[in-house]
């Protein structure tokens, strides 16, 4: 069975620091990774996506993941917060070949301190 | 990616009476639309999928004669809360399936607050 696991319900870092958000999965077949960002009483919004492309990708507003079969993790960085990066960041996972079901994280709750 | 909005945005109703929340895909032919529920500081609960022109597939757990999904066109799902009770305040989020085409990526409506009183 297909799970995520994000290390850390809540990341703060100060406005310029780096950004390091821990996404875990478990999948006996080969995944597709998700990194969504939510806002305050919004949906959820593609922040990138892995699948079975370049292991490095990179995303909207400066953010990007590296994808490592050997550690099964989908982590998220960027080099530097700012201020309107203070969101929920959910990572997930699904198959490829299977259902189109996504299967999600519990949430990082990201908090950028001025 | 395709654009999808919900209506209503939110909605208080007294406890007993019936909800419909509509999920529209505007661009985007829907074959397979998703709906969750989140309550505060959680992550989202998948309740069903649903599928264009058959039955949902209700996630284990949810009463499927209390939430009722219809899908009856490729734009077009509606999730419709029977005899509403304050414990199904919450926020409510449909998503489109892009397909394995797209990954199975997801795109997300806006969702819509629940309040029963």
């Known amino acids: 069975a297909q799970s995520v696991t994000q290390l850390g319900s809540h990341v703060s870092v100060s406005e310029g620091a780096l950004v390091l958000l821990r996404c875990n999965y478990s999948?006996?077949?080969?995944?597709?990774l998700f990194w969504y960002v939510q806002y305050p009483n919004q949906g959820l919004q593609l922040l990138l996506k892995y699948t079975s492309a370049a292991t490095l990708v990179k995303g909207i507003n400066g953010f990007e993941a590296e994808f490592k079969k050997s550690e099964t993790s989908f982590h998220l960085t960027k080099p530097s917060a700012h201020m309107s990066d203070a969101a929920e960041y959910f990572c997930?996972?699904?198959?490829?070949?299977?259902?189109?079901?996504?299967?999600f994280g519990k949430g990082t709750k990201l908090t950028v301190n001025p | 990616g395709a654009v999808v909005s919900q209506h209503p945005s939110w909605v208080i109703c007294k406890s007993g009476t019936s909800v419909k929340i509509e999920c529209r895909s505007l661009?985007?032919?829907?074959?397979?639309m998703f709906w969750y529920r989140q309550f505060p500081k959680q992550s989202l609960m998948l309740m069903a999928t649903?599928?264009?022109?058959?039955?949902?597939?209700?996630e284990q757990g949810v009463e499927k004669d209390k939430f009722l999904i219809n899908h009856a066109s490729l734009t077009l799902s509606t999730l419709t809360v029977t005899s509403a009770h304050p414990e199904d305040s919450s926020f409510y989020i449909c998503?489109?399936?892009?397909?394995?085409?797209?990954?199975?990526?997801?795109?997300f409506g806006p969702g819509t607050r629940l309040t029963v009183l």
């Open positions: 999948s006996s077949v080969p995944p597709y």
């Open positions: 649903s599928n264009e022109g058959s039955k949902a597939t209700y």
């Open positions: 661009d985007f032919q829907a074959t397979t």
């Open positions: 997930a996972v699904t198959f490829q070949g299977g259902s189109e079901k996504l299967v």
């Open positions: 998503s489109v399936s892009g397909g394995q085409l797209r990954g199975n990526e997801q795109f």
